[in-house]
């Protein structure tokens, strides 16, 4: 279970370093591309924009990895369930937010190789 929860929180902190990534080949400063990762990483579960979202949009909370390791509302996280050994109620942002990853690595590679060479 220990093993579990930890693979789910490096999952999480490789959604964002591969969102860094991204954006840093985007963009030529460092302003958006802290400013971006920043606003995505608080805007969930940290509560800066949360009531927002899940009133207009309930569904990013399952495609991004906010409920990977923070708790959203009165449901723990899905690295808690792991850790607990319990079953996961859904693996719909493990899927996803690897999926985003997988993406966020192959925008920066082509970019990469349009820009470099």
């Known amino acids: 279970g220990f093993a579990g929860a930890l693979g789910l929180a490096y999952l999480n902190v490789l959604f964002y370093l591969t969102l ?33 979202i899940q009133d207009y949009a309930p569904w990013l909370m399952e495609v991004l990895p906010w409920r990977l390791i923070m708790p959203i509302g009165f449901e723990p ?29 192959g925008v920066a590679i082509w970019r990469m190789r349009r820009e470099e060479f």
């Open 77 to 105: 996280p899905l690295a808690g369930y792991l850790a607990m050994g319990a079953p996961l109620p859904t693996v719909i942002p493990i899927v996803a937010t690897a999926l985003w990853c997988v993406l966020f690595a």
């Open 20 to 52: 860094a990534l991204m954006l840093a080949t985007l963009f030529n400063g460092r302003g958006p591309v802290l400013g971006i990762t920043l606003l995505i990483l608080f805007s969930g579960p940290i509560g800066l924009i949360d009531p927002s």
